[in-house]
């Protein structure tokens, strides 16, 4: 899990850089970074609990608001907001994973 934790935070960090060119940069370029730093801190066995918790919450709200204006303005799977679905979506889930591998609240 730590090996797979590292590998998240490489691409995590490199979905970070390639959101400079973004419509809405600031945004993802904070989530993924965040996502990336709470994957390193994880990785050696350092978790912020609460902090995952909220980065995958935040994740998974972004993926609903993007999935819910695909689905009502019948956008195309790979348009821009759709990718932006997947991306909260993304972390989202492994925010929570991290979250629920990460122990007790008392352990962070």
């Known amino acids: 899990m730590k090996i797979a ?5 490489i691409l995590f960090s490199l979905f970070a850089v390639v959101q400079a060119n973004d419509p809405d940069p600031l945004m993802w370029i904070t989530l ?3 996502t990336a730093g709470m994957s390193f ?3 050696i ?7 995952t ?7 998974l709200g972004l993926a609903l608001y993007f999935g819910f204006r695909v689905l009502t ?6 348009d821009e907001e759709a990718r932006e679905l997947y991306g909260g979506l993304i972390v989202g889930a492994w925010m929570l994973v991290v979250y629920f591998r990460s122990g007790k609240p008392s352990e962070s």
């Open 5 to 9: 934790a590292v590998v998240l935070g």
């Open 32 to 34: 993924y970074g965040l």
């Open 41 to 43: 801190l994880y990785a």
């Open 45 to 51: 066995g350092k978790p912020a609990r609460t902090v």
């Open 53 to 59: 918790l909220l980065i995958g919450l935040w994740g």
């Open 73 to 78: 303005m019948g956008l195309p799977l790979f």
